[in-house]
């Protein structure tokens, strides 16, 4: 018998230790290869572990579990989402037909998800589970969503407005983050996590840790000489990391 296996990604420590009880009694046989706080986290545990199965909580700092579930998806995996949203967005999650669990997690409901779970695995029926991610996506967001449209930045000893759609790409540096135009760059002092908060997903992509680009600007994305992945962008010399908890992202491109 095949093992199945699994990930965690939820935020919240005491959430996450009361997840991992609560399979270890609903689906003894589960193996959870990996129990991760954040979404990037998740994202790089996946690259290595490639679990059959993963609980995500869809709100998490920097990575949601939305961008984390379309890399589960699209290597091979089923995905529960668990959320603390109100009855509206739970009618968006029905709807969308992907499964959930309200926090806090009920055990009988846990045994419901994970018996469907169990289904799914074993007719490996032919699901369109990426659209239906997408159409959960779209209907989880909140109308006229507050979205960054200029960015305060410092140049020297300026100050200077920049406007979002001149922004190439944003790098993590020590305490501070570059901002990238194509014709100039600058530094903030918001953390990557807030600042994708705030940016349009389907403008801007992480792609690796410290970096997040402008999906537009990208022109490829190839192998250095150590088998390292980095993508460069239009017009512009040098290149940007790509991690392997990305490189989703670009397959079928």
Known sequence: MTTVTALIAEDEAPQRAALLDMLAEAWPELEVVAACEDGVAALEALAVHRPGVAFLDIRMPGVSGLDVARAVVAAGGQVVFTTAYDDYAIRAFEAGAVDYL?????????????????????????????????????????????????????????????????????????????????????????????????????????????????????????????????LSLRGRDGSLPVSAAFLHRFRGM
């Open 102 to 230: 309200l926090k806090p997690v009920a055990p009988a409901r846990l045994a419901t998800a994970v018996e469907r779970l169990r289904e799914r695995l074993a007719n490996a029926r032919e699901e369109d589970l990426q659209a239906r991610i997408e159409q959960l996506e779209a209907r989880l967001r909140p109308e006229g969503e507050r979205r960054i449209r200029w960015i305060s930045a410092s140049v020297g000893d300026n100050v200077r407005m920049l406007g979002v759609d001149e922004v190439l790409f944003f790098q993590a540096q020590d305490k501070y983050v570059r901002v990238v135009t194509a014709d100039d760059e600058a530094v903030i002092r918001t953390p990557l996590k807030e600042l994708l908060a705030g940016l349009d997903p389907d403008e801007f992509w992480q792609v690796h840790r410290g970096v997040v680009v402008r999906v537009s600007a990208i022109d490829r994305v190839r192998k250095d000489e150590l088998g390292k992945a980095r």
